[in-house]
């Protein structure tokens, strides 16, 4: 392993003009579960990291106001799965962390880290995107804000450029009577990436039993977290039934973009999807009700 700088700037204007100094040589680390696996493996080699742990600004906070919530970048998935209000108002996203690695990874791991890493694995970005979150962005020109799902533009690769920073992700307000579910679905039950991940959210009508809105979230089924907006849009407006089900999933199978890779063959994946679409559409439903 290469020998590196490791800066500790305290504020966030000071992160970025070192890392404005330091160019393609540096590499921000929040917790480093990602980093520090790319430089031993020799995948990246930078001369200087740049903590974000030190940080006045903090970056750390939980916040449920009106509706709205707020995650600063560096939350932990630990701090995430521990937060009562996110098991009470948000379980779809307890699902996704709460089984990401182990507890020691979610310890440090980092919210942040795993949106900006960017893999289509991502178990943070899925359900997130199902969210309809917005990141917030700091970098030399200032601020700027856009949609989790326009962020994303290839594996391991976002709109984010090279001095930015991410700060918070922010989830708006959803509508009444409003569920949502993840999957993670591996071969092991701990520490193992997922062969695909299903994220579906469902609001009802007063009647309990029509859908308003539906938001379908899909993971390593295309070089991107993904949604599936033909299934979204067989669910929107209707009675929610077995047969409009099935014709989501379907749905669902046929947009995304699944291929072969050691953790699973194209056409299981396409299979599970349709399952598990349903799946999480009834748990999504039941916890809507
Ligand atoms: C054993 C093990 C098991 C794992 N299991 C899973 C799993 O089940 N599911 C899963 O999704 N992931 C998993 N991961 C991957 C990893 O833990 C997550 O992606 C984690 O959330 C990354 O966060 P971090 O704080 O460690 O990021 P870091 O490694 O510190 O950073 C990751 C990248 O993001 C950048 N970065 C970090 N924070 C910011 C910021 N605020 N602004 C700008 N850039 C930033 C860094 O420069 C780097 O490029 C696993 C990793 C390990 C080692």
Redesign the pocket.
């Known amino acids: 392993m290469n020998k590196f700088d490791y800066l500790t700037p305290s504020s966030l204007d000071e992160a970025i003009s070192l890392c404005a100094s330091y160019g393609e040589r540096a590499?921000?680390?929040?917790?480093?579960?990602?980093?520090?696996?790319e430089i031993k493996e020799g995948k990246i080699s930078p001369q200087c990291l740049i903590s974000?742990r030190h940080l006045r600004e903090g970056l750390d906070h939980i916040v449920y106001e009106k509706g709205e919530l707020k995650i600063g970048?560096?939350v932990t998935?630990r701090m995430l799965e521990l937060s009562p209000v996110i098991r009470k108002e948000f379980p779809i996203l307890i699902d996704a962390v709460e089984?990401?690695?182990s507890v020691q990874?979610r310890n440090?791991?980092?919210?942040?880290?795993?949106i900006?890493?960017a893999v289509p694995?991502?178990?943070?970005a899925i359900p997130l995107i199902t969210l309809g979150a917005h990141v917030r962005i700091r970098g030399p020109k200032g601020e700027r804000a856009m949609a989790l799902e326009d962020f994303f533009t290839g594996p391991r690769q976002t709109l984010?450029e090279r001095e930015?920073?991410?700060l918070e992700l922010v989830i708006p307000k959803l509508p009444p009577r409003t569920g949502g579910a993840y999957w993670k679905h591996t071969r092991r039950a701990a520490?193992?990436?997922p062969i695909l991940g299903v994220a579906v959210q469902i609001s009802l009508g007063t009647d309990m039993q029509t859908c308003t809105e539906a938001r379908i979230g899909l993971g390593v089924l295309a070089p991107t977290p993904m949604r599936a907006k033909k299934a979204e849009a067989i669910l929107k407006g209707k009675k929610v039934d077995d047969e409009v089900l099935e014709k989501a999933g379907k749905a669902a199978a046929n947009e995304c973009k699944a291929r072969d890779s050691i953790r699973g063959k194209a056409w299981y994946r396409k299979d599970m999807v349709e399952v598990l679409v349903q799946r999480m559409a009834r748990v999504a439903m039941e916890r809507a009700r």
Not at 108 to 114: D, F, L
Not at 121 to 124: F, T, V, W
């Open positions: 590499r921000y680390i929040a917790g480093g579960t990602d980093v520090m696996v974000l970048a560096l998935h089984n990401i690695g990874i440090v791991a980092t919210i942040g880290g795993n900006v890493n694995s991502a178990d943070g984010l930015e920073i991410l520490m193992e990436l």
